[in-house]
């Protein structure tokens, strides 16, 4: 889908919405601009396409490998007893290859397999218990199960055979781990498509009623599928997340005035509005179903266009919708948004996706992540120079001049525009001192190791003696040989007076 970047803002024709096959329904950039079921047309043929390949060529190797084997050898015994052993593990190797291809698309019935991952899983639950989150899931799982069974008793005996094909899809789900997530999705998409058709065809039941029962449906497998198909650690969906955040932060200095954005957000009604638009987009990652996530993008544009149409006092246009879910996204930054994309059109109902307007958000929604993942200077009618210098953050967009302030312009906003220069002039003061304290330390880190440098100079110069210390002095009278002749101390006497 191209996207065209006009003085006038952000244009997308509608009809780039749409599938490119032209089946009329909305298609969507992760599936290469087509709708989910020209989507999986193309995906089986050009699977079956690559499966008859990888056959040809297997055999093409497997006779050539013959010939070369069997031209080594001259006795034509052994000639023949050669070929027959490669016809056998010819035949074996086919054996194989088509005994692996059931079991890809039908799921295992063994009861053993069956006994051995529920005991598994008991274990892990039971390892799991203690934590407070998995106690969480575990009510909300139980909750969901009680609600979906309460709702299939509506529906009689179809709800019994729903039941079961629900039950029989997730321990199938369950075999199929191991797969890559493409895989799974084809697998879900294939119960989806199945359910409903049965629930047409074979008990009649209206087309409101299937899409209220696929809605429960996918509500009751995907709360218990989420933690194993959500960001799989085998896809890059992560790599994505992280990518897309850096992005969107490294664009925080774009405006709406940039984008041509029709909204005022000095009005307070609008400014309440968008707040809850920015909500709505942050909290899809909070659901586990693809169809509650699909709501908060609902709930997210419809808040849009309520601002869109109080600032313009006119309806509002597809043309000014784009713009303004672009500046959302940009400002609202959600988490794991790629995830929640991919998980999306993955397993979410493909009837949904492809009509009404949960479709077209979702579809805008992409339109808008594509927009900002290309995002360049021409886009925003800057000059390439401005652009690097603000994605280096070497410059920020100029604010308003004083000087051209208008005299009916509102107090606050002129506040505004003050503290924002005040908060620009307190950032430079920061770069200055957080310049200098760095020198100081390199200086620092200098004079310590030119005090050091002297010291070992000196030291290697002057080496210190350590001398052992002189003997004790002996007593005075030590070496008088006549001490025995010495006349007694004098005593004192006292005299009577």
Known sequence: MSLKSER?????????????????????PGWQGFCSKCWREEYQKARQKQIQEDWELAERLQREEEEAYASTQHPQGAQSLTFSKFEEKKTNEKSRKVTTVKKFFGASSRAGSKKVLAGKLREVQEAK???PISRQVSIETDRVSKDFCDFLKTYHKPGQEIYKQCKLFLEAMHH????????????????????????????KVSPEKVEMAMDQIEKYIMTRLYKYVFCPETT????????????????????????????????????????KA???????????????????????????????????????SADDFLPTLIYIVLKGNPPRLQSNIQYITRF????????????YYFTNLC??????????????????????RYMSGQASPKKQEPESWSADMCVGVRQMYRNLDLLSQLNERQERIVSEAKKLERDLIDWTDGVAKEVQEIVEKYPLEIKPPNPALAAIDSENV???????????????G
Request: some cysteine; aromatic content about 6%; glycine content about 4%.
């Open 236 to 275: 890059e969906d992560e790599k994505k997340d992280l990518a897309v955040q850096k992005r969107i932060r490294a664009l925080h200095w774009v405006t709406p005035q940039m984008l041509c954005v029709p909204v005022n957000e000095e009005i307070p009604e609008v400014s309440d509005v968008v707040v």
């Open 348 to 359: 979410c109902n493909p009837s949904r996706l492809m009509t009404g307007e949960d479709g």
């Open 8 to 28: 006038r803002g952000i244009h997308v024709d509608q009809s780039e919405l749409l599938c490119k096959k032209g089946c009329g329904y909305y298609g969507n």
């Open 176 to 203: 199929k781990r191991d797969l890559s997530i493409e895989e799974q999705s084809e697998y879900t998409q294939d119960f989806y498509q199945n359910v409903a058709d049965k629930l047409h065809a074979r008990w």
């Open 278 to 316: 920015i909500t709505d987009i942050i909290e899809m990652d909070s659901k586990r179903v693809p169809r509650d996530k699909l709501a908060c993008i609902t709930s997210c544009s419809k808040h849009i266009f309520t601002a869109i149409r109080t600032t313009k006092n006119e309806p509002a």
């Open 129 to 131: 218990a203690a934590s």
């Open 482 to 496: 006549e001490n025995d002749k010495l006349p007694p101390p004098l005593q004192p006497q006292v005299y009577a």
């Open 367 to 388: 339109c808008a992540v594509a927009f900002i993942e290309k995002l360049d200077a021409q886009s925003l009618n800057l000059s390439q120079e401005d652009f690097d």
